[in-house]
């Protein structure tokens, strides 16, 4: 295209359109011809249509296409045409090789719509302004403005080799720079900005216009449209480049393969990559000596196909990479990397360290940053944005966020802190997995993927399920997954197989090099010919590190004798550094596998590592280093005198302290600290407020360890009975706690004890022995006026009451726990406490107080977050709420606290929500709705074990039998319930279970006598609000069929008076349905009792109370 179009299509304020013109070959020929149609044809929008219309009319009445020159203001200068035309003349231009930049700002017109024109133009000059600076700082030069974007060139006026290199770092420079803008115009203005970046790399002419200070420069040929198309392709915050520009700079950047795209002119589409990273020279220059691989043609073959196979059918396995230390697992998966990069694959990877991980750098959550295209040293401002857009761009659902949050260490807000407070550990960690799952799945879907995960031999319990989920994932997407082990620690053994489900998985074990091999890496440092390389082959035995540290010992100048292990020659390749180097490496072995200068230079006063990563013992990984090889970490490590490790381990404890707990406690532990006990439980402590109770016991283990002293041994053993109780684990932690009630060296100590052994005996349902252990920790906490003891241990006492059905214990016991609460300042107390006298009022019959409490209790758990306490009340206000006289409102509310209790895996709450819906469905009628719930109710009350609650589940199953005609099985559901609950203690559920068998066998009047008796008797004996109610309800129902009228009035009086203190609408209603309907048995038809009678069957039908319907019909 003419550059006079160019410069004109500037001078009218369209030169976005400059590409696409070149791209239709219009040039000044066809310019004038051109109409609203074909303008329309080509993407022009309407008012571009009509401006450029109205332009092409000036030209018609003899106005040539005026030039206009570039700015360093966003808004085009005026200039005087015949002065630059004259200029153009005495300056034809000189082809030069550049690379092209076009850079176009996104989502500006939305935004100065809101603004007038002189903020409007701030606001841009604001961005331009940021991304000429880019230009300008990386030795490009702005060529022209074009709307909202600009083109600058690299490599001219002056020419440069690394033109392509500084494109590409000014391009990142340019989106850092946007995005920092872009936060701050969002602050201001509640929207943001973004620009997309295109580069090409070829042949221009370079065009001089003006002279002197005033000269400015442009470019034109066929290199600018393909990178102004690079840009037009592009996604707002995104950087694409071609074939050309990654191929000038390939041993300088990391790109993305992305899909071709056509450009006009052009007849093949032109390759696109997206540009993720510029590496330093000094990266790349050890790339460059990076030793090549040798041998392993069988391996690379398998993995060939293998990735052929995945990246054809849209399926992938999992390979696992064995082989001792040395024997080339990390070259060869590199290799994967490399093949796989080259067709296109997109490549991530975790490493899993023994010792030295920082925070949120662990295999899987290192797998997880990088899914999400965010660095591992990323800030919480990036993570984060970097998760909003995840769940906004539809890769995770809303109800994940709660899990990333966790993979990225962001803080919970406080909504879903309540939530993941509430959830059961096995939830929390299932979420985990399925969040990386879902996210290595959903990145497949763009282009097939490569994990590497490597040294699996070091992982711990949580990694390895990660795994096992990822090589089932892998399997149903185009993704492999790589892993390395050692042989020695192999921890992929059958069991861990298995839980694969049968996964595709191959294992590849690597042995010696073969000598062919061998001799072929030799080559590459010495003349293979040399006596030398014989020494070495033989030395090595096959092993691709030992050789190449033998070489390379070689190399620099050792010759004499050459050590006959690999831990031997490190050693002495260490001792050929200079004495800085060698102390800088000897700190860094002590810092860990991976380590960043600033910790190096908090220990030695340098961090220096130049020399360390020129020898290759080092290398740079990210913003920090990482050992060359393990091997090499761990023999500088074992040539340090205890005396000098203890040293460097303070210093690094002293580096970690306040950052990192863990690694504050492992340094310390290192130095033989005797703090260091105490440091890990402060470390577990922290792991297990963010909910990781699995990290949180292997640190209290590591503490109990090297633990010595009484204080430190029973503070742990007390901590890890409570974790194992969080992971419920309940009969370890009651062992854990008997362990350190044996250890107890005083009454506190044993208090300790005491209360974790009481704990743990409630979810046993050992609930005497339970009490017993409170009284004795009680004289102690009173004698030390111990209040956050005595709020624990009074709500745990009344929690133990409710269960034994002693109402009036369990109400005085959480009032204490209330009392105490407030004098310790416990929110978390005062809410447990609301939530007991909520229960309390329950079991005491009165519903409405109980209602009252309930809702107390969770506003407070609301407010400060204490989402198990929550979650567990939910269920219960809702059924509270039924005797109000609500009924339909209030399933609703059930199904709510059913979906959050599922969401929190708590199943205890989930059960409890349950059965309150089975006896709301039984008011309702809706048999169907009982049956669904008592069988998904059956199963947790026995996955949780607990057996008090099956008889309530096993009389709902009953009741649906009996509607449907059924009534023998009915019956013997109804005897199970029975035996069960003799055994487990009548005070639960007797009254029910012994009322509903009444009304199953009304018709036989054994059964039915015998039944209310002892159901009576069992109310005599104390029991909780439930069995009165529904004794009650199915005993005047069983009488009403036997035509018993003086019975029905009987019961009728006898929940009149158990409700006396606290009259309820529903009770109300059914010991008013009783007596009615009990009269109307007698004969009796007087205007009062039909009046009745239609009234109570009005209320009926509003409430669509379908069991109590049919009576009154």
């Known amino acids: 295209m003419s550059d006079g179009i160019n410069r004109w299509l500037e001078g009218i304020g369209l030169g976005e359109y400059a590409a696409t013109f070149a791209e239709n070959a219009i040039d000044e020929d066809v310019l004038p011809d051109l109409t609203d149609a074909d303008l329309e044809k080509i993407g022009l929008k309407l008012g571009h249509r009509k401006k450029l219309l109205k332009a092409i009319a000036t030209l018609a009445e003899g106005k040539p296409p005026a030039p206009v020159a570039a700015s360093r203001e966003p808004v085009p200068q005026a200039h005087d045409p015949d002065e630059s035309l004259a200029a153009w003349e005495r300056h034809p231009g000189e082809r030069k090789p550049v690379t092209t930049l076009f850079a176009d700002i996104t989502g500006s017109t939305a935004l100065t719509e809101k603004l007038d024109a002189e903020e409007s133009h701030d606001l841009l000059y604001g961005a331009t302004q940021r991304m000429c600076e880019a230009v300008e700082n990386n030795r490009g030069t702005v060529c022209r403005f074009m709307g909202d974007g600009v083109m600058a060139m690299f490599g001219a006026p002056i020419a440069s080799e690394q033109h392509a290199v500084d494109a590409c770092e000014a391009a990142l420079e340019m989106q850092r720079a946007m995005g920092e803008y872009a936060r701050d115009v969002e602050a201001r203005h509640g929207s943001g900005l973004q620009i997309r970046v295109g580069l090409h790399s070829g042949e221009v002419v370079v065009l001089t216009v003006g002279e002197g200070d005033k000269v400015e420069y442009d470019a034109s040929g066929p290199t600018v449209p393909i ?8 996604r707002p915050g995104e950087i694409y480049l071609t074939t050309a520009t990654r191929s000038l700079a390939a041993d300088r950047i990391e790109t993305e393969t992305l899909a071709p795209v056509s450009v006009k002119g052009i007849s093949e589409p032109v390759p696109v990559f997206a540009l993720r990273r510029v590496r330093s020279a000094e990266e790349a220059r050890r790339d460059e000596k990076r030793t090549p691989l040798v041998g392993r043609r069988a391996d690379l073959m398998q993995f060939r196909g293998i990735l052929e196979a995945c990246i054809e059918e849209g399926h992938g396995q999992s390979l696992y990479v064995r082989g001792e230390p040395g024997i080339g697992k990390t070259r060869l998966v590199e290799e994967f990397a490399r093949i796989a990069a080259d067709q296109g694959v997109s490549h991530h990877r975790g490493l899993i360290l023994p010792f030295g991980v920082g925070q949120g750098q662990d295999a899987i959550r290192s797998l997880v940053r990088s899914l999400l295209g965010i660095p591992l040293e990323s800030g919480k401002v990036a993570r984060k944005r970097a998760a909003d857009e995840a769940i906004n761009e539809g890769h995770l659902g809303p109800d994940q966020a709660v899990f990333l949050n966790d993979l990225l260490d962001l803080p919970q807000p406080r909504e879903l802190r309540a939530l993941y407070d509430a959830m059961d550990n096995d939830t929390r960690n299932r979420g985990k997995r399925a969040v990386v799952s879902t996210l290595l799945t959903v990145t497949s879907y763009t282009r097939p993927v490569l994990v590497i995960i490597e040294d699996v031999h070091w992982s711990d319990t949580i990694t390895l399920t990660h795994l096992a989920d990822l090589t089932k994932t892998v399997a149903e997407c185009p993704t492999l997954l790589v892993m390395t082990s050692r042989i020695e620690g192999d921890q992929l053994d059958q069991k861990w197989r298995s839980s694969t ?11 010696p090099l073969r000598k062919q091999d061998a001799i072929a890496l030799i080559s590459g440092f010495i003349d293979a010919a040399d006596p030398l390389a014989a020494s070495c082959l033989e030395r090595a035995a096959g092993n691709p590190l030992f050789l190449e540290q033998l070489l390379r010992t070689a190399q620099e100048g050792s010759t004499a004798s050459l050590p006959d292990s690999i831990q031997s020659l490190v050693l002495a390749r260490m001792d050929r550094l200079e004495p800085e180097d060698k102390r800088a490496l000897q700190a860094a072995a002590v810092i860990g596998q991976r380590f960043h200068a600033d910790a190096l230079n908090h220990l030695i006063g340098t961090g220096d590592c130049g020399a360390l990563v020129e020898h290759n013992l080092i290398r740079i990984e990210g913003d920090g280093y990482l050992f060359a090889h393990a091997l090499i970490q761990e023999s500088v490590y074992g040539s340090l005198l205890k005396r000098q490790r203890h040293e460097l381990h303070r210093k690094a404890a002293e580096w970690y302290a306040g950052n990192d707990a863990a690694l504050y406690a492992e340094h310390l532990a290192s130095a033989d600290d005797a ?3 105490g440091a890990f439980l402060d470390a577990a402590r922290e792991q297990a407020q963010h909910y990781h109770f699995s990290r949180a016991l292997d640190l209290t283990e590591r503490g109990l360890a090297i633990a010595t002293e009484n204080p430190d041994q029973h503070r742990l053993i007390c901590f890890k009975g409570e974790l194992l109780r969080d992971l419920a684990d309940v009969p370890s932690s009651i062992s854990a706690y008997r362990e350190g009630l044996d250890k107890a060296a005083d009454d506190l100590q044993r208090c300790d004890a005491w209360m974790g052994l009481a704990a743990g005996m409630r979810v046993m349902t050992d609930y005497h022995e339970a009490l017993a252990l409170l009284d004795k920790a009680e004289a102690v906490a009173m004698k030390h006026n111990l209040t956050a003891t005595l709020t624990q241990l009074h709500h745990l006492r009344g929690n133990l009451s409710f269960s034994l059905g002693r109402t009036d214990d369990c109400r005085n016991e959480h009032l204490l726990a209330l009392k105490f609460a407030k004098q310790c300042q416990s929110a978390e107390g005062e809410a447990r406490a609301l939530g007991g006298l909520g229960d309390a009022e329950y079991a005491r019959g009165r519903m409405n107080t109980a209602r009252d409490y309930y809702t107390r ?18 269920g219960q206000r809702a059924f509270a709420r039924t005797f109000s006289g609500i009924w339909r409102g209030t399933k609703d509310e059930l199904f709510a606290a059913i979906d959050v209790a599922m969401k929190a895996g708590d199943r205890r709450a989930e059960m409890n929500a349950r059965l309150a819906m089975c006896e709301l469905g039984f008011d309702l009628g809706e048999y169907d709705l009982i049956e669904t719930h008592a069988e998904r109710g059956l199963d947790l009350v026995r996955t949780l074990g607990a057996r008090a609650w099956e008889p309530a589940i096993l009389l709902w199953q009953a009741v649906v039998l009996h ?19 003799r055994e487990v203690g009548r005070a639960f559920n007797a009254g029910r279970v012994f009322g509903a068998l009444a009304w199953v066998m009304a018709d036989d009047d054994a059964v039915r006598v015998a039944a209310l008796d002892e159901g009576e008797t069992a109310l005599r004996e104390g029991s909780i609000s439930h069995n009165y109610f529904w004794f009650y309800r199915f005993a005047m129902d069983s009488l009403l069929s036997v035509h018993d009228w003086d019975g029905v009035e009987r019961y009728a009086a006898a929940l009149e008076d158990y409700t006396r203190h606290e009259p309820m609408p529903s009770t109300d209603f059914f010991i008013a349905r009783g007596r009615a309907l009990a ?17 109570l069957r009005d209320e009926a039908h509003r409430e669509g109370l379908g069991s109590a319907l049919p009576a009154l019909e």
């Open 227 to 234: 990178a102004a198309r690079m840009e037009q392709t592009a």
């Open 501 to 511: 489900e049968g996964s595709p998985f191959i294992t590849i074990d690597l042995g």
């Open 675 to 677: 703090n260091a006990p």
């Open 857 to 874: 209790c969770i506003d407070l758990s609301r407010e400060h977050g204490f989402g198990r306490t929550e979650v567990a009340h939910l």
């Open 963 to 981: 509607t449907k005609g059924h009534r023998s099985e009915a019956h013997e559901l109804l005897l199970q319930a029975v035996s069960i609950t």
């Open 1079 to 1095: 009269a109307f048995g007698r004969g009796t038809r007087d205007g009062a009792l039909l009046e009745e009678l239609n009234r």
